[in-house]
């Protein structure tokens, strides 16, 4: 009698089925490499950038677009793709810290306030619906008004209205998980709170919350800018998309160039952790696999 | 129609709420440094002026008392005065709001216009070549910051092409669609992107139910099906979509006044933001705090007279 021999199961780690998954995606390829590069940029901007940001070449004023300035010159000669590129420095900052403040009290407060419930949890339900009362850019520059402008003060004003879409998108998930199986298991085997919440619940519990993240990231910048256009944000001279394009507003009728091609920049930006974000949303939904 | 103690439920729901947004505008202004009367007060302001801005605002009264004689200010329409333009703040406000409300109201339909057929197409066909490039071009579309399409606009048809105004504010119903087409369709590009998303997604969602299937299967035309069963149930989600992004369209508003030039409360404050006049800019907050929460109020009463499941919960 001959034994049945069955193949044994591959043995893959989550992380590599998760790549491998992944990398048929080409919307998440993409996306990882338009902000690997944007990375990439903001770290090394000087190797990238053909000319010095700001040097004058009283020789070349207001050119459009040619081969040796793609992006075409400034009022005072600048090259205007070395300036978007050095600008990439301030504008991936922007997007990080205007956003990871947000998501360490907002996940903190939320996986809290989701598993205690009680009467935090409906004085935060108070305190949601009166911050979505308020227009997000009207309630952040109204913020700004009182602190002054500044890229340091916009990162506060939009950390204190951001973490509470963070908290109430972890309240939501960790009020799932907290009614599972393996939380009341935890509970029986006499784990405290803190291990139940930040070791076993939370884990669980922060994929959406992540994806959100980078969709964040996206809507950073995109605030950032405005705020940088508005004046209220990063202020000249520092090189910000948003800045760059307020400095051709003037321009517009003769040298449309100096405001609209920074702006792309913004959108390959956007676009890059926009498609990051929801190719991962994909994958992280069940029967997306 | 919805009942009247859903409506009344739903207002009493709207007190707490006002109250903490009243709470954050109050302690706004006194969590500046310094002394709140010469926030409130125009530069020059003599001391007389001083002890009245004190006496109104009960300043020397606990924080408290305080607040008491803000809701109480604030109820009556007693919002202070405006050190810009040296006028009461509710009659500066009052103004300059039919701009913005005419501008937010032209962005919705121009948004709806644009999203409802391209995400019906895109539904129907979903996944095809048509289906990717529709979404592709929305995608975009999301990744624009409104100003900045509102300077390609400005640049691409009112500069260049000379099609439409570059900027201000006419004087009729029918001059300001033209003279609005511009900020109204900066706007409308952004909402229309998250707009055509959602509705795509709940109209495949739809399409795939099984009251769908079985109008269909029952012979109806392929036309009725889609007008009396699938937009209707689509329109559910879009009327909620569109009630909940008053907050993107209100910012939006703010930033497009301010590039084409529109006198609206949006440029509004972004002017009192820089002329540091605190009393306008409490004012202007609490009037975008009411236009929302009077507009998520209306969302929820056309969402339940839309559909009568949602007025069990």
Same mark, same amino acid.
């Given at each position: 009698?001959?034994?049945?021999?069955?193949? $044994?199961?591959?043995q893959?780690?989550?992380?590599?089925?998760?790549l491998?998954?992944?990398?048929?995606?080409?919307?998440?390829?993409?996306?990882?490499?338009?902000?690997? $590069?944007?990375?990439?940029? $903001?770290?090394?901007p000087?190797?990238?950038?053909?000319?010095?940001?700001l040097?004058?070449?009283?020789?070349?004023?207001?050119?459009?677009?040619s081969?040796?300035?793609?992006?075409?010159t400034d009022g005072? *000669?600048?090259?205007?793709?070395?300036?978007?590129?050095?600008?990439?420095?301030?504008?991936?900052?922007m997007?990080?810290?205007?956003?990871v403040?947000a998501?360490?009290? *907002?996940?903190t407060t939320?996986?809290?306030?989701?598993?205690?419930?009680?009467?935090a949890?409906?004085?935060?339900?108070?305190?949601?619906d009166?911050?979505?009362t308020?227009?997000?850019?009207?309630?952040?520059?109204?913020?700004v008004?009182?602190?002054?402008?500044?890229l340091?003060?916009?990162?506060?004003?939009?950390?204190a209205v951001n973490?509470?879409?963070?908290?109430?998108?972890?309240?939501?998930?960790?009020?799932?998980?907290?009614a599972?199986?393996?939380?009341?298991?935890?509970?029986?085997?006499?784990y405290?709170?803190?291990?139940?919440?930040?070791?076993?619940?939370l884990?669980?519990?922060?994929?959406?919350v992540?994806?959100?993240?980078?969709?964040?990231?996206?809507?950073?910048?995109?605030l950032?800018?405005?705020?940088?256009y508005?004046?209220?944000?990063?202020?000249?001279?520092?090189?910000e998309?948003?800045?760059l394009?307020?400095?051709?507003?003037?321009?517009?009728?003769?040298?449309?160039?100096?405001?609209?091609?920074?702006?792309?920049?913004?959108?390959?930006?956007?676009?890059g952790?926009?498609?990051?974000?929801?190719?991962l949303?994909?994958?992280?939904?069940p029967?997306?696999? | 129609?919805?009942?009247?103690?859903?409506?009344?439920?739903?207002?009493?729901?709207?007190?707490?709420?006002f109250?903490?947004?009243?709470?954050?505008?109050?302690?706004?202004?006194?969590?500046?440094?310094?002394?709140?009367?010469?926030?409130?007060a125009?530069?020059?302001?003599?001391d007389?002026q001083?002890?009245?801005?004190?006496e109104?605002?009960?300043?020397n009264?606990?924080?408290?008392?305080?607040?008491?004689?803000?809701?109480?200010?604030?109820?009556?329409?007693?919002?202070?005065?405006?050190?810009?333009?040296?006028?009461p703040?509710?009659?500066?406000?009052?103004?300059r709001?039919?701009?913005?409300?005419?501008?937010?109201?032209?962005?919705?339909?121009?948004?709806?216009?644009?999203?409802?057929?391209?995400?019906l197409l895109?539904?129907?066909?979903?996944?095809?070549a048509?289906?990717?490039a529709?979404?592709?071009?929305?995608?975009?579309g999301?990744?624009?910051?409104?100003?900045?399409?509102?300077?390609?606009?400005?640049?691409?048809?009112?500069?260049?092409?000379?099609?439409?105004?570059?900027?201000g504010?006419g004087?009729?119903?029918?001059?300001?669609l033209?003279?609005?087409?511009?900020?109204?369709?900066?706007?409308?590009?952004?909402?229309?992107a998250?707009?055509?998303?959602?509705?795509?997604?709940?109209l495949?969602?739809?399409l795939?139910?099984?009251?769908?299937?079985?109008?269909?299967?029952?012979?109806l035309?392929?036309?009725?099906?889609?007008?009396?069963h699938?937009?209707?149930n689509?329109?559910?989600?879009?009327?909620?979509?569109?009630?909940l992004s008053i907050?993107?369209?209100?910012?939006g508003?703010?930033?497009?006044?301010?590039?084409?030039a529109?006198?609206?409360?949006?440029?509004?404050?972004?002017?009192?933001?820089?002329a540091?006049d605190?009393?306008?800019?409490?004012?202007?907050?609490?009037?975008?705090?009411?236009?929302?929460?009077?507009?998520?109020?209306?969302?929820?009463?056309?969402?339940?007279?839309?559909?009568?499941?949602?007025?069990?919960?």
């Amino acid at each position: 009698m001959t034994t049945l021999e069955f193949p $044994a199961p591959p043995q893959r780690s989550r992380l590599s089925a998760f790549l491998g998954l992944a990398l048929r995606r080409p919307a998440f390829l993409i996306g990882t490499g338009i902000i690997a $590069a944007s990375l990439l940029i $903001a770290l090394m901007p000087g190797l990238f950038a053909p000319y010095d940001p700001l040097a004058f070449d009283m020789g070349a004023i207001q050119q459009g677009p040619s081969l040796s300035h793609p992006f075409g010159t400034d009022g005072f *000669g600048r090259d205007i793709l070395s300036r978007v590129l050095w600008a990439y420095r301030v504008d991936m900052q922007m997007a990080f810290f205007a956003t990871v403040f947000a998501l360490m009290i *907002g996940v903190t407060t939320g996986a809290l306030v989701g598993y205690y419930g009680g009467i935090a949890d409906m004085i935060f339900g108070r305190l949601v619906d009166a911050v979505i009362t308020f227009p997000f850019l009207v309630l952040v520059i109204a913020i700004v008004a009182v602190l002054g402008p500044g890229l340091v003060n916009m990162y506060v004003a939009i950390t204190a209205v951001n973490w509470v879409y963070y908290a109430r998108l972890t309240r939501a998930e960790i009020m799932a998980q907290k009614a599972q199986d393996y939380a009341a298991a935890a509970r029986v085997l006499g784990y405290s709170d803190g291990r139940i919440i930040f070791r076993h619940l939370l884990p669980n519990a922060l994929g959406p919350v992540i994806v959100y993240w980078m969709t964040d990231m996206a809507l950073a910048i995109l605030l950032g800018s405005s705020l940088g256009y508005l004046g209220l944000g990063a202020q000249p001279p520092a090189a910000e998309w948003g800045v760059l394009i307020a400095e051709g507003r003037n321009f517009i009728m003769t040298a449309w160039w100096i405001s609209l091609m920074p702006g792309l920049a913004i959108v390959l930006t956007g676009l890059g952790f926009s498609l990051m974000g929801d190719s991962l949303a994909d994958l992280l939904r069940p029967k997306g696999r | 129609m919805p009942s009247l103690s859903y409506l009344l439920s739903r207002l009493l729901q709207i007190v707490p709420t006002f109250l903490l947004v009243m709470v954050f505008i109050f302690l706004f202004v006194r969590l500046l440094p310094g002394d709140p009367a010469i926030a409130m007060a125009e530069a020059k302001a003599s001391d007389q002026q001083l002890v009245e801005i004190r006496e109104r605002l009960g300043l020397n009264e606990p924080l408290p008392v305080q607040f008491g004689y803000f809701v109480r200010n604030t109820l009556t329409g007693d919002l202070g005065r405006s050190i810009l333009m040296k006028r009461p703040v509710i009659e500066v406000i009052m103004e300059r709001l039919p701009v913005t409300i005419y501008l937010s109201l032209y962005a919705v339909a121009l948004s709806v216009l644009v999203a409802a057929p391209l995400a019906l197409l895109a539904a129907t066909r979903a996944n095809s070549a048509t289906d990717v490039a529709i979404r592709g071009v929305f995608q975009v579309g999301l990744s624009m910051p409104v100003f900045y399409i509102g300077l390609v606009l400005l640049t691409v048809l009112g500069a260049k092409l000379r099609l439409f105004p570059v900027g201000g504010y006419g004087r009729t119903f029918f001059a300001n669609l033209y003279h609005l087409a511009l900020p109204a369709l900066s706007i409308a590009l952004y909402t229309s992107a998250i707009l055509m998303r959602n509705l795509r997604a709940s109209l495949v969602e739809v399409l795939d139910a099984e009251f769908v299937q079985f109008a269909r299967a029952k012979g109806l035309p392929r036309r009725v099906v889609l007008s009396r069963h699938v937009l209707r149930n689509a329109l559910v989600s879009a009327v909620t979509l569109l009630g909940l992004s008053i907050g993107n369209l209100m910012s939006g508003t703010l930033v497009t006044e301010t590039v084409f030039a529109v006198p609206g409360v949006g440029r509004l404050m972004l002017e009192a933001i820089f002329a540091r006049d605190y009393p306008l800019i409490q004012g202007l907050t609490l009037t975008f705090a009411v236009i929302v929460s009077l507009t998520f109020l209306a969302t929820d009463l056309v969402q339940s007279w839309l559909d009568p499941r949602l007025r069990q919960a």
